[in-house]
């Protein structure tokens, strides 16, 4: 059996008795108990949290339909891989179930199998405090006035998922829980918030679902193979735009070049494969696309501060 869910994504307030009406739990001070976990709500000035960990007991499918009207703003923390296995990394990407950060006013159909697990944080920010902690000459703050659509994404870093962690797992007396709730909740913003504000690349252009699946199939393309090389000119063909408007919308929704979010992304993959011990820096080289050792161990020195030889001795 599968739940279909589709609903408005306005105010928390009536929230929980959506998804109750579908999942049949219990719900008692802002909390939604279910057999396999819960959902709970918090609202603060400027703020409203959701804190979902739940183990679902059926196939379900949610349709979240943004109100571009509305004068709060989603911002989801998901954490985990919890999707259906035929679902395309492309679709994840796009309905916000791959691991990550989602901050957007696109709606988003988000699929769950039977017994997945799910870890998401949701932050409803007031457009108005956005544009008090951005500031009112930030270029974002203009496509907010406009009520134009948008889509950002970033990965979520070590302190990021220990805060996510607190947060679902904040179990004390109610008092003190919404304390810590808030608290948790403004350091996580405040860390998004500095890193958006530090983006390299300050691009912000109007971005539609159709946008979304070219730039996350160019994202695709870009690394199913470090051994290959593809230019911009190949890419946009790929996907369907011209070659300015694939390097605007991927600047737009990662903040960083094609070429340097394909670096950094190797590097990371190069490290991650060097933690586990198991190839020498040259195997990790070749792995990662590099046919000579020396630029590779250039390159890893540039982003770590440190030659691959003396990470993998550490």
């Known amino acids: 059996m599968q739940i279909d869910l589709d609903y408005n994504f306005s105010s928390i307030d009536k929230q929980l008795d959506i998804w109750n009406n579908f999942l049949n739990g219990e719900i008692e001070d802002g909390t939604l108990k279910l057999k396999g976990g819960e959902i709970r709500t918090f609202r603060y000035e400027y703020l409203e949290v959701i804190c979902a960990d739940v183990e679902w007991p059926k196939d379900i499918v949610v349709v979240r339909r943004i109100n571009k009207d509305d004068q709060f703003i989603p911002i989801q923390f998901t954490i985990g891989q919890s999707t259906k296995k035929d679902m395309s990394e492309v679709d994840q990407m796009i309905n916000q179930v791959k691991e990550g950060i989602y901050f957007t006013n696109i709606d988003s159909y988000m699929s769950w199998g039977l017994d997945s697990k799910t870890q998401i944080i949701v932050l409803r920010l007031k457009k108005s405090k956005i ?15 406009k009520n134009q659509s948008f889509y950002f994404y970033e990965t979520i870093s070590a302190k990021m998922r220990s805060i996510i962690y607190e947060l679902l797992n904040n179990n004390h007396s109610e008092k003190i829980r919404n304390y810590l709730c808030k608290s948790y909740s403004w350091i996580l913003l405040s860390l998004l918030l500095e890193r958006f504000i530090n983006r390299e690349d300050k691009v912000y252009q109007e971005i539609k679902e159709v946008n979304l699946k070219q730039i996350f199939k160019a994202r695709e393309i870009l690394l199913n193979d470090f051994s290959k090389t593809i230019t911009i000119k190949e890419l946009s063909r790929e996907c369907g735009l011209s070659s300015t408007r694939l390097r605007d919308l991927f600047k737009t929704v990662y903040g960083k070049s094609i070429h340097k979010y394909f670096q950094e992304y190797r590097m990371e993959e190069a490290k991650r ?42």
């Open 131 to 145: 544009k008090e902690i951005l500031g009112k000459e930030h270029p974002f703050c203009e496509k907010l006035d």
């Open 273 to 314: 494969l060097l933690l586990t011990g198991k190839y020498t820096v040259s195997d990790v080289g070749y792995k990662v696309g590099y046919s000579h050792l020396g630029h590779f161990s250039a390159a890893f020195k540039k982003m770590y501060n440190v030659l691959p030889k003396s990470f993998l001795s550490k």
